[in-house]
């Protein structure tokens, strides 16, 4: 059974604390995904990896960053948390044309 | 840039046809669709391709006008477990392998 597993289901920080979220994959899976979800306004991409080492901005990349120093791993980080990062964040990764999705991290900046 | 969903919200009984449509102003080469229902991660369900293949393994249909840049999905007879909120999607590995791209999603309520 394909699996992408986030660390965290429920996360609660300080504004300004480094925050890191993480993501695993045990498909083999190349392409892998951060995604932001909010009411109404779907899923955003915030980064994207086709390749070990390599990382892409998405469409939302302003106050993060990400690290992907092995091909399983896909790292989100806040380098410095605010309250308008609070928000659901999922990570994916595909093979061929269906991506599968981690079960998302809730993540509140207090 | 977001393909471009509606509706935002139907309510059907169970039993009823619905039709969520997805246009993107970019020249579509697939369209990928997604389920995500309350509390889970969305749900692969089936991708349309350029040329009128179809993947998916869903008893769900969905049709994909090229010239239109648009897509639909058909859900015939709704179920109770049809209710979720649908994604479109552009982009992806037969679009020059683009990262994929959601629309905001359309939430779909079948009440018995």
């Known amino acids: 059974d394909v699996k992408v597993t986030q660390s965290s289901r429920y996360l609660v920080k300080r504004t300004g604390e480094k925050v890191f979220l993480e993501c695993v994959q045990d498909?083999?899976?190349?392409?892998m995904f951060w995604y932001r979800q909010d009411p109404g306004l779907g899923l955003r991409l915030i980064y994207f990896?086709?390749?070990?080492?390599?990382?892409e901005k998405g469409d939302i990349p302003e106050g993060y960053s990400v690290s992907r120093e092995k091909k399983e791993r896909f790292s989100l980080i806040l380098e410095s948390a605010s309250t308008n990062q609070t928000s659901m964040y999922l990570c994916?990764?595909?093979?061929?044309?269906?991506?599968?999705f981690g079960q998302g991290t809730r993540l509140t900046v207090v | 840039q977001q393909p471009v969903q509606s509706p935002q919200a139907v309510i059907l009984r169970e039993g009823e046809d619905a039709v969520i449509n997805c246009s993107s102003s970019?020249?579509?080469?697939?369209v990928h669709w997604y389920r995500q229902k309350h509390g889970e991660a969305p749900v692969f369900l089936m991708i349309?391709?350029?040329?009128?293949e179809q993947k998916g393994h869903e008893k769900i249909s969905a049709s994909f006008n090229e010239k239109k840049q648009q897509s639909s999905l058909y859900l015939t007879a709704s179920q109770l477990s049809y209710s979720g909120t649908y994604f479109c999607?552009?982009?992806?590995?037969?679009?020059?392998?683009?990262?994929?791209?959601f629309g905001k999603g359309t939430r779909l309520s079948v009440i018995a």
């Open positions: 994916a990764s595909d093979r061929g044309p269906e991506a599968f």
């Open positions: 498909m083999d899976h190349e392409n």
């Open positions: 990896s086709y390749d070990v080492k390599m990382k």
């Open positions: 970019k020249a579509l080469y697939s």
């Open positions: 349309l391709l350029k040329g009128g």
């Open positions: 999607g552009t982009g992806g590995r037969y679009s020059g392998n683009t990262p994929l791209v």
